[in-house]
């Protein structure tokens, strides 16, 4: 009975996991690379280096670590045997994902802060909103998630039992749930089951609470007022700073859109977490894939999606990033010119010492 039910449970969820599987690569295929572009646009040029643009280079960098993690999870979630990579790595790979979440949530609190002081407190943010504050923020905003995820490193463990090893987080002595057995009396049991329960609870809230919640009803706050402030300088659009408003009303409705972005695509996965916790999906095992799965594919997806909100909503991002394109390809109009002109030694030992020079005559 057990056997044939396992049987039947496995033809319906393969599709669904090679579905999952296809998604999470193409994710991984089409954000790594457009995540560093957005790296090495900011990096490159020097006018793209603005207060903004240093938050959303972090929110980057932890959405490219976020997608990074996709070979691994899908590897550890096609393995019948379990996790294969040992202890350090189940340490680091949860604690990484998890920096990386919190990372996300942060720095899209910190832009919407800063879109709170550009937008509305413009005059009295202007002597503290420098790029070299911006910078340290960024630096203490790092240090404060890797400090939360103290937890989480310190509570990860790797536990083998007899149907495989489980990469998991579980607060308790391990040599209990490891020397578990069929024979185990039903007091050990329930310990066991209850202290499982007990630190899945503890990290699914305190997890929802730093990474979701907080950042997300502090970043509402902040577009809230941003909201009515624009709408009360609708009718002063047309004074001589114009086109300052205009930039600043684009970096804002940027920023609106990761913030939309991510609170739709994560929305679903803490759905699906706190409906586990209250035992919902307890009869529906098919469901309960279904959804979990449709859940993660959102989180890459949000990871994936953010740059391209950088591009199609940031003149400065769509410009910079065809130059960076352009230095990736050989000039043909060069190549031509210097099969029919002499050779220019001057111009030759110019551009050898500095590549990043077109002529002779400019400076980089």
């Given at each position: 009975m057990n056997t044939t039910y396992e049987q039947n449970f496995t033809e319906v969820i393969d599709p669904i996991a090679t579905a999952a599987h296809v998604t999470?690569?193409?994710t991984a295929l089409i954000g790594i690379p457009a995540n560093l572009f957005v790296l090495a646009a900011i990096v490159y040029f020097r006018d793209m280096r603005t207060i903004s643009n240093i938050y959303i280079f972090n929110l980057a960098l932890a959405d490219l670590l976020f997608l990074c993690a996709i070979p691994v999870t899908f590897i550890g979630r096609s393995s019948r045997e379990g996790w294969r990579w040992g202890p350090i790595m189940c340490k680091l790979y949860i604690s990484g994902n998890a920096v990386s979440q919190f990372a996300s949530a942060v720095f899209i609190a910190i832009l919407s802060f800063d879109r709170y002081l550009a937008v509305c407190r413009p005059i009295q943010s202007k002597s503290f909103r420098t790029t070299q504050a911006a910078v340290i923020l960024s630096i203490a905003a790092w240090a404060m998630v890797i400090i939360e995820m103290t937890?989480?490193?310190?509570?990860v463990k790797l536990i083998k039992t007899s149907t495989g090893s489980s990469c998991m987080l579980f607060v308790g002595n391990v040599t209990v749930?490891?020397?578990?057995?069929?024979s185990a009396s039903d007091v050990v049991l329930n310990e066991v089951e209850q202290n499982m329960l007990t630190s899945r609870r503890f990290f699914t809230s305190y997890t929802f609470a730093l990474s979701y919640l907080i950042p997300l009803v502090a970043v509402w706050y902040f577009y809230f007022k941003i909201i009515l402030?624009?709408?009360?300088?609708?009718?002063?659009m047309q004074t001589k700073r114009t086109g300052t408003k205009r930039r600043t009303a684009k970096v804002t409705i940027m920023g609106l859109a990761i913030v939309i972005s991510y609170t739709h695509c994560w929305l679903p996965f803490w759905i699906v977490q706190w409906s586990i916790e209250a035992n919902l999906f307890q009869n529906s095992k098919y469901l309960l894939f279904v959804c979990t799965h449709f859940a993660f594919a959102l989180q890459y997806i949000n990871s994936a999606?953010?740059?391209f909100l950088y591009v199609f909503l940031s003149d400065?991002?769509?410009?910079n990033i065809q130059k960076l394109l352009r230095t990736a390809k050989p000039d043909k109009q060069i190549s031509l010119?210097?099969?029919t002109e002499p050779l220019d030694t001057t111009r030759m030992m110019t551009v050898t010492a500095?590549?990043?020079?077109?002529?002779a005559s400019e400076s980089c």
């Open positions: 999470w690569s193409l937890p989480l490193f310190l509570f749930l490891e020397n578990l057995n069929e402030k624009m709408c009360q300088q609708k009718q002063q999606a953010n740059p400065s991002f769509q410009k010119k210097s099969t500095n590549p990043m020079c077109s002529t």
